[in-house]
Every structure is written in C-alpha cells, then in structure tokens.
C-alpha cells in the first residue's frame, strides 16, 4: 500500500507522510505536522488486513539504519 502525500491522525494532530522506506519487511515513514511544519517524526507504519497502526521506532535501529537510509534518500531529491 502507498502511504506517501497521505494524511494520518495521531493524538489528534494531522501529519502528511512525506516519504517512506523499506527495511526487514518493514514500513517507515517520515511525518510532518500539517499545521505546524516543525513537528516532524519518524514511525513504523505496520499495515495488514485488518488495520494500519503507527508505532515507535527503536532508537538504536533508527539512528544505526533507518535514519542513514532516509539520508540517502533525501540526498537523491
């Protein structure tokens, strides 16, 4: 499922995903607020048939992988 330019509710605040990547078999993405541009996250996104949930990242995973790839492939833009 493409996620990206959509617009997800956490704790009553609207976020756009900006943009993803894969890992593992894993969704990650890349959210900003859209009404406050300055409050950005990063979440995994686990989708199946039944839901779509947004979870914390492991900080070791974020800063050792995940955060190096969404580097890169900003860097490409």
């Not at 959509?6 to 900003?32: H, Q, R």
């Not at 947004?54 to 833009?77: C, G």
């Amino acid at each position: 499922m493409n996620i990206e330019d959509k617009v997800l509710t956490i704790n009553n605040n609207e976020y756009i995903v900006i943009d993803t990547i894969d890992l593992d078999n894993k969704k990650y993405a890349y959210l900003v607020n859209t009404a406050n541009e300055l409050d950005s996250m990063f979440k995994e996104i686990i989708i199946n048939e039944e839901e779509m949930r947004i979870e914390s990242i492991d900080k070791d995973l974020f800063t050792n992988k995940i955060y190096p790839l969404f580097i890169e492939k900003f860097k490409n833009y």
